[in-house]
């Protein structure tokens, strides 16, 4: 026997869920421990430029791709998708004119094996990040500058040396999943081959542009920290993975 929710109750739960999502999304998109004062000119490259810095391309170029840049626009479109899913799926065709064109358009909008892994990978690399927010502590910061607590080997850190980035790819591939499709959201008002298109677009920020931004933020960090720790940094390097244990 299966058990089935109520179809009242999955509707409800699922934008709940979706809503908390877009809340740790936008929380985990902003610096925990910004810059205490702020220069003149307000852009990133002088906003995290501190005599402690080193080279930061991300921070002077790359940015503007960075899924923090956008944060208020995710913002919207995951709220926007959570309040879609509420709707009994008679009555969401009213909200989303292209929703019964779009190809197995409710799979993204309820509870299914679909939204459930997605929802999943999603809430594990939020839960990482905030594990490296917190075992960081103050020394979490968007740009580059000697940890004020020394360097960090223990707690989530204690096999990856970068948690909080592959936290970041988990979160910005889920949302691509979940909110950036065709037979989702931005399918409601425009015509399929747009939709496709945009998506498509989507999938490379996602999978090439920001795993390739924070690519050259590692490298530029790992430098910085083997100039800070020397023998330290090297000894912590040889016994740990980038990313992922036994991966990368």
Same mark, same amino acid.
């Given at each position: 026997?299966v058990f089935?929710?109520p179809?009242l109750l999955?509707? +409800?739960? =699922?934008t709940l +869920?979706?809503?908390?999502?877009?809340?740790? +999304?936008?929380?985990?998109?902003?610096?925990?421990n910004?810059?205490?004062?702020?220069?003149a000119?307000?852009s990133?490259?002088?906003?995290?430029?501190?005599?402690?810095?080193k080279k930061?391309t991300?921070?002077a170029?790359?940015?503007?791709l960075?899924?923090?840049?956008? +944060?208020n626009a995710?913002?919207l479109v995951?709220i926007?998708?959570? $309040?879609? %899913?509420?709707?009994?799926? %008679?009555?969401r065709?009213? $909200?989303?004119?292209? &929703?019964?064109?779009a190809p197995?358009?409710?799979t993204v909008? %309820?509870?299914?094996?679909?939204t459930?892994?997605t929802?999943?990978?999603?809430? %594990?690399?939020l839960?990482l990040r905030?594990a490296a927010?917190?075992?960081?502590?103050s020394?979490?910061?968007? =740009?580059?500058t000697?940890p004020s607590s020394?360097?960090? /080997?223990?707690?989530?850190?204690?096999s990856i040396?970068h948690?909080? &980035? /592959?936290? $970041? =790819?988990?979160?910005t591939?889920?949302?691509?999943l979940?909110f950036?499709?065709?037979?989702?959201?931005i399918?409601?008002w425009?015509?399929a081959p747009v939709?496709?298109?945009?998506?498509?677009l *989507?999938w490379v @920020?996602?999978? *090439?542009?920001?795993?390739?931004?924070? @690519?050259?933020?590692?490298?530029?960090e790992?430098a910085?920290?083997?100039?800070?720790?020397?023998?330290?940094w090297?000894?912590?390097?040889a016994?740990?993975?980038? =990313?992922?244990?036994?991966?990368i």
């Amino acid at each position: 026997m299966v058990f089935e929710m109520p179809v009242l109750l999955s509707q +409800i739960t =699922f934008t709940l +869920i979706t809503l908390a999502t877009t809340y740790l +999304i936008r929380y985990t998109n902003q610096d925990p421990n910004p810059p205490k004062s702020e220069p003149a000119e307000k852009s990133p490259a002088n906003y995290y430029a501190t005599d402690t810095t080193k080279k930061d391309t991300l921070m002077a170029a790359g940015f503007y791709l960075t899924p923090a840049k956008h +944060i208020n626009a995710i913002t919207l479109v995951g709220i926007a998708h959570a $309040l879609l %899913a509420l709707p009994p799926e %008679a009555q969401r065709v009213a $909200l989303c004119p292209n &929703y019964n064109n779009a190809p197995r358009s409710g799979t993204v909008f %309820a509870w299914n094996l679909y939204t459930t892994f997605t929802l999943a990978l999603l809430w %594990a690399s939020l839960l990482l990040r905030l594990a490296a927010y917190s075992n960081l502590g103050s020394s979490f910061t968007y =740009f580059i500058t000697k940890p004020s607590s020394g360097l960090k /080997t223990t707690g989530v850190h204690r096999s990856i040396r970068h948690p909080s &980035y /592959t936290g $970041l =790819f988990g979160i910005t591939l889920g949302m691509v999943l979940l909110f950036f499709r065709a037979r989702g959201l931005i399918g409601c008002w425009l015509p399929a081959p747009v939709a496709y298109l945009l998506e498509g677009l *989507f999938w490379v @920020w996602g999978v *090439f542009l920001v795993p390739g931004v924070f @690519w050259v933020r590692v490298r530029e960090e790992e430098a910085f920290l083997a100039e800070e720790f020397g023998e330290e940094w090297a000894a912590y390097v040889a016994r740990t993975w980038r =990313f992922a244990p036994g991966l990368i």
